[in-house]
Structure formats: C-alpha cells, structure tokens
C-alpha cells in the first residue's frame, strides 16, 4: 500500500506536494490556534472547561513522549530509506518511523479539543486525518505508522486530560479569584 501512495503522489501536481510538506506542520499550527480560542472561549464558562483546556495540550505532550520511546524500543526503519523516490527528504539514520509523531500529536489534539469544544469534531477530526495521511503521502511514513501514531494520540491525550481535569480545575478557580477584580 506504501508504494502504491507514494507512486500516487509522485503523479500529482508539484503545487500539492508543497501542500502536503508544508501542510503537516501548519495544521500542528491550527492546533495551537484553535487551543487558545477554546481557552478564550472557556476563560468565563465552568472552570473545568479550561481545566480541560489547559490539560489537554500536556495530554499531547505525554503522547508525544510515549510515541518517542515507542520509536526508541521499536526502531522502525523509515521506508523512504530502502531506495524509493518521495516528495519529501528522508529524516536522518536515528529518526525511527513507527509510531508517527506527527499523527500522534494531531490525533491527541483533535481528541482534548473536541472535550471542551464539541461543534469542533466535524473539522478537527478530518483535519488530524489528512495531516496523518500527508506523512505517507510525501513518503516518510508507512500506514501502519500513521495509524498506530493516530490511535496513541486519539486514546493518551484525551485520557490524560480527563485524568488531570480535577487537580487542574482548582488552580483555574484560583486564578480566576486572584484575577478577577474585587
């Protein structure tokens, strides 16, 4: 399936193979965007929402971390390695390729915001998808990678923020009271 998506992408036009490059990471950028108008918008509401908010980023960044050792035990040669013509470079030697990080991270971040922001799902969710499939797509990732980075991202991220919300949500109500004019 790797080579038959790779072949794919190579057929189609130079304009989408600098979209998908570039696209991978500028989604990671919407990402932090959107968290930070779900803090503004929850900045007023319950304070558990922003509890959520405010977890769901470190719930991202443990599945990044356990994607991280995940690569280190596994050692998964990247496949743009053996040879094959792809749109984007070949990461360095010590660069593993399963799980995918950058699935991970997406995944983990459409999970923790659809907590807090539901009407967000319908964008969200296919947005990690393509930003996950653009990682086979230029050539660096195999499926199996994305996939597996995606459901570590999409099962870590939002259960730690559920985990964490109560021992985070005292600290909002106490921000707030120091903040909020008296």
């Known amino acids: 399936m790797y080579d ?15 979209l998908a490059e570039v696209g991978t990471d500028a989604g990671l950028f919407v990402f932090v ?9 929850a900045w007023r509401g319950p304070a558990r929402d922003l509890a959520l908010v405010i977890a769901g980023p470190a719930g ?11 690569k280190l035990v596994v ?8 040879g094959v013509a792809t749109i984007a470079a070949c990461p360095p030697l010590d660069d593993w390729s399963f799980p995918s990080n950058h699935a991970a991270i997406a995944a983990g971040a459409a999970a923790t ?26 050539g660096v990732h195999y499926p199996h990678d994305v996939a597996a980075g995606f459901v570590l991202g999409l099962v870590l991220a939002p259960l730690f923020a559920l985990l964490t919300v109560g021992a985070v949500t005292p600290a909002v109500r106490l921000a707030r009271s120091r903040l909020s004019p008296r």
């Open 60 to 70: 991202v960044v443990l599945a990044y971390i356990v994607s991280e050792v995940v």
């Open 33 to 41: 965007a959107l968290f930070g108008v779900a803090a503004w918008r």
């Open 75 to 82: 050692r998964e040669d990247r496949p743009c390695r053996g």
């Open 4 to 18: 038959e998506i790779v072949d794919f992408a190579l057929a189609t036009p130079a304009w989408l193979h600098v």
């Open 113 to 138: 915001l659809v907590l807090v922001w539901r009407a967000l799902a319908w964008v969200v969710f296919p947005l990690a998808a393509v930003m996950a499939f653009s990682r086979v797509f230029v």
